[in-house]
């Protein structure tokens, strides 16, 4: 996302990064010596102040707004569709979550899981459906999207990446690694998959070879692993991540379940780290087998391509050469760029839709529970911050949010 607001501003637009919480200073610094202006905290200034958000929107008149998340679009896209309605709005899944959720669900095999994806579902949809402007981060969520919904266009804008140029060789790395977040949940189910079908079998062949589990918010059990496991390490978050990742020889993305690119590989791949990963690590990125990665479903054949690539040198060389041309042919900055301003441009283009018949859209909310306990929470916000004429303000902001889909 940083590559991309970079590319607006490079080709010559104005950007407002809005934040629904406080930013991190380290991060909003970052943004403003680009040239992004960064409107922090915007839960404060949408509920509870309608008034004001909507004076800020009308006096901004921005051209196109880029919502990140469906949670995010059916939260901040009705602020837009009455305050600023010739706004294009643009719903940028990083991947579809819905399907994400339904893949978890056939995992795990539980009724909170499949009740989850469900609603998951419900709501992206209408995000999708909504908005004006769908983008997303491979082909095969393309025609997902052009199958279930009707943006008025849909563009393919995949997650950028670069590649470091000093790139060490395979005789100064040691180890493996896994990356991620472990608010994610996919992260988390992969490590758990992996400590127990996976590392037993890799230390059979390598009863030493090191493992770091990297990235911010590790969970207890991660740190369970690390007590009984020698040679596992926690690391937690990392201020130079890519230099950590080239001290390492192989990176791994054994994940179960997710959707769209998964960034973990790209950033493998960036730093010269050749990467074992299963089929829904691999979706979406066009990786052949062999070739660009080692790619398997089984825990047994991942196992044994972990102890091939950390010990065949020739095999690591070709890999780590292979996932930094791809990044270079289909990821980076240059390959994306164009793609970026096309994309932002032809938003830009499509006439905005409309939205009618709010007296039906209030009776459809009333009757839907969910809705109203939504909006219970919102109004008494609205309440003790404006009183009355803010509570009326907030339910006709209301009355714009996007409806969520029948259940399938």
């Known amino acids: 996302m940083f590559e991309v607001i970079r ?15 406080a930013n991190d200073e380290r991060y909003r610094k970052a943004l403003e010596d680009i040239g992004a202006e960064c409107l922090c905290d915007a839960d404060r200034a949408a509920v509870g102040r309608a008034d004001e958000f909507g004076a800020y929107l ?27 309605p010739e706004c294009r709005l643009v719903y940028d899944a990083l991947d ?33 459906n909504d908005a004006d402007v769908v983008w997303t981060v491979t082909d095969v969520e393309k025609e997902k999207v052009a199958q279930l919904a009707a943006p008025r266009a849909i563009s393919v804008i995949p997650t950028i990446h670069a590649v470091d140029a000093d790139l060490p060789g395979f005789e100064s790395r040691n180890g493996i690694v896994f990356l991620g977040s472990y608010r994610h949940r996919p992260n988390v189910d992969a490590m ?21 589990i990297a990235g911010s918010f590790p969970t207890d059990d ?53 990467c074992v990963t299963s089929s829904i690590g691999a979706e979406g990125m066009g990786l052949v087998n062999g070739q660009d990665a080692l790619i398997s479903d089984d825990a047994d054949e991942f196992a044994s391509a ?37 994309a932002l441009e032809a938003a830009a283009a499509v006439e905005a839709k409309r939205r009618g018949r709010q007296g039906l859209r209030a009776l459809g909310a009333i009757l839907r529970p969910r809705e109203l306990t939504h909006w219970a929470a919102t109004g008494w916000r609205a309440v003790r911050r404006g009183g009355f004429g803010e509570l009326v303000r907030q339910f006709q902001v209301w009355l714009h949010r996007p409806p969520p889909t029948p259940p399938s």
């Open 7 to 21: 590319i607006i501003l490079e080709a010559g637009h104005s950007l407002t990064f809005l934040s629904p919480q």
């Open 58 to 84: 009308r006096e901004r008149d921005f051209k196109v707004a880029v919502f990140v998340q469906y949670f995010i679009y059916n939260r901040y896209a009705p602020y837009f569709r009455m305050f600023a």
């Open 96 to 128: 579809l979550e819905h399907v994400r959720c339904e893949r978890e669900a056939e995992v795990l095999g539980t009724d909170e899981a499949r009740e989850n994806a469900a609603t998951v579902r419900r709501e992206e949809i209408a995000a999708l």
């Open 192 to 212: 758990a998959y992996f400590m127990s079908d996976i590392l037993p079998k890799v230390r059979e062949s390598l009863p030493d070879v090191p493992f770091a």
């Open 222 to 274: 991660l740190y369970r692993y690390e007590k009984e496991w020698p040679g596992v390490k926690v690391t937690g978050f990392i201020e130079d991540m890519r230099a950590f990742l080239k001290t390492q020889r192989v990176g791994i993305a054994p994940l179960r379940y997710g959707a769209g690119i998964k960034g973990k590989i790209g950033d493998y791949f960036g730093c010269g780290l050749p």
């Open 306 to 342: 972990i102890v091939r690539l950390h010990t065949d040198a020739d095999l690591w060389r070709n890999l780590s050469q292979a996932g930094a041309d791809h990044i270079r042919r289909t990821l980076s900055v240059e390959a994306i760029g164009p793609r970026v301003v096309e």
